[in-house]
């Protein structure tokens, strides 16, 4: 089974930019498609973005214009620059490897306050 390890969260301020990466253990071809969700607290899971084999994307309305969601075949990486951040894009923001098995990684918090 593939893992997922997820880094690049932290604490930023509002305004400001961050970088996650999702590394893959295997060829991240192997997957429909690659992609970012995130769940606050004391609410649902939701989709930030997805990228499938053919770089096709697909955002949330929330972070449009904001977050760009990419991939780098070679390391089996997937990256999500998110900028212009706001307080509630505060939540774990945990990457997802969907197939016939979705896989999902253990997540990394991202806090934006001032």
């Known amino acids: 089974q593939v893992e997922l390890v997820e880094s690049g969260g932290g604490l930023v301020q509002p305004g400001g930019s961050l970088r996650l990466s999702c590394a893959a253990s295997?060829?991240?071809?192997?997957?429909?498609?690659m992609g970012w969700y995130r769940q606050a607290p004391g609410k649902q899971r939701e989709l930030v973005a997805l990228i499938g084999n053919e770089n096709n994307t697909r955002y949330a309305e929330s972070v449009k214009g904001r977050f760009t969601i990419s991939r780098d075949n070679a390391k089996n990486t997937v990256y999500l620059q998110m900028n212009s951040l706001k307080p509630e894009d505060t939540a774990v923001y945990y990457c997802?490897?969907?197939?016939?098995?979705?896989?999902w990684g253990q997540g990394t918090q991202v806090t934006v306050s001032s």
């Open positions: 295997e060829s991240i071809f192997s997957f429909w498609s």
């Open positions: 997802i490897a969907a197939g016939e098995v979705d896989t």
